[in-house]
């Protein structure tokens, strides 16, 4: 919730809303083989009805790549804070980035030489 995945699944940039019918109809399915519709089974039934859905012998294994995929940018990309920061976006808390910074960050520049070793191909070490 905090990281507005169901917020960037509308969002019209991803498209979503275009595979979401047949997600759905295929997640249902899988959930009625466990027994009963998705949101009425118990945590392991529900785990077995997306483990199908993921499994590589389906054939729409894509539309359920791109379900996931979805919130994973929610979370790790803060695709819905236009300035992601710790502060806002709750994957850059948990990874610890501080995420933009608008005026930039005092005492950083890519004027600096970021080493001065080299190795003997003259790679950095």
Not at 10 to 20: C, E, M, R, S, V
Not at 43 to 53: E, F, H, I, N, Q
Not at 91 to 109: I, K, Q, T
Request: charged share 20%.
């Amino acid at each position: 919730m905090e990281a507005d995945a169901l917020r960037l699944y509308h969002d019209p940039l991803i498209g979503f809303d275009a595979l979401a019918p047949p997600f759905l109809t295929d997640l249902n399915g899988r959930a009625l083989q466990q027994g009963g519709p998705f949101l009425t089974l118990s945590y392991d039934k529900r785990v077995a009805a997306v483990l199908s859905g993921l499994s590589f012998d389906n054939p729409s294994r894509p539309v359920w790549e791109a379900a996931a995929a979805v919130p994973f940018a929610a979370f790790c990309a803060a695709a819905e804070h236009p300035i992601g920061t710790s502060q806002n976006a709750s994957g850059y808390r948990v990874m610890g980035y501080p995420g933009a910074a608008p005026n930039g960050y005092r005492g950083a520049s890519y004027r600096r030489k970021l080493s001065t070793e080299r190795t003997l191909r003259g790679s950095l070490p």
